[in-house]
């Protein structure tokens, strides 16, 4: 019997150049400008007037549209605009303000706990901190970030929601299967003077080009550096 023949060195360094570095740093600068051009300004959709007002928006942003947040947020911070006064409310209350974000009884839980943290924890006022950030109800990663970067201008990390971690995929930045590990490699791909900014310009870019289940890319400027297999061209 024959032996197979073991692959030879030299085919195997050929195999490995042909796969192309998606994270190649001229790669990552066309992302980059693409995105300055598309949204150079690119900002929070959440209105908000404070820091207590963005945490408060954030979590009832979970699984919910921020048009459909902006509707509600009005008239529930001119009901209730302070820490204090969230924290007294009355849970079932609170349910029936929020009721269209849905989710509403585990959002209305998480909002009065965090209000209730922010009171007695930290004297009032929306911690400046990761940690601190992790220690109140309904605050993940996502939503900490949300708040540190976009009211104290702080880069501790990269927002990571649906669109980000969608387009992060599309464009081959991660193969992790977590918002928590997908943040981590993009830590480490972006620039930290970035990382506010790209959160925000990658999620514009999800709602305005790469879309769930249709993208634009015939409108794209990153279609020709782009081999999703979702793509429409």
């Not at 032996?3 to 066309?30: C, F, G, I, M, S």
């Not at 009721?99 to 998480?110: E, L, M, Q, V, Y």
């Not at 999703?228 to 061209?233: F, N």
Request: hydrophobic content about 40%; overall charge positive; charged content about 30%.
């Amino acid at each position: 019997m024959k032996k197979k023949a073991k692959k030879r060195p030299l085919a195997k360094a050929r195999k490995r150049a042909a796969r192309p570095d998606y994270t190649a740093p001229a790669r990552l600068e066309k992302i980059f400008t693409a995105l300055d051009t598309l949204f150079p300004a690119a900002e929070c959709a959440l209105r908000h007037e404070n820091a207590f007002q963005l945490l408060v928006a954030t979590i009832l942003s979970a699984q919910c549209t921020d048009e459909r947040v902006n509707k509600v947020t009005p008239e529930l911070f001119q009901n209730h605009p302070t820490p204090q006064d969230l924290a007294a409310l009355d849970q079932k209350v609170l349910e029936q303000e929020i009721r269209s974000t849905g989710f509403f009884r585990n959002k209305a839980k998480n909002i009065i706990g965090a209000a209730r943290a922010i009171v007695s924890d930290f004297a009032g006022e929306v911690p400046r901190t990761m940690d601190e950030m992790l220690k109140l109800p309904g605050v993940a990663r996502k939503t900490a970030n949300v708040v540190l970067g976009t009211a104290f201008g702080l880069p501790t990390g990269v927002v990571v929601d649906t669109h980000v971690f969608r387009i992060t995929h599309r464009l081959k930045l991660s193969k992790e299967k977590t918002p928590e590990k997908v943040e981590q490699d993009l830590m480490k791909l972006v620039p930290q003077e970035r990382w506010i900014s790209f959160g925000h310009q990658v999620i514009w870019f999800g709602r305005k080009v790469c879309q769930a289940r249709k993208p634009l890319c015939a409108d794209c400027p990153l279609e020709p550096t782009c081999d999703s297999p979702d793509k429409t061209v």
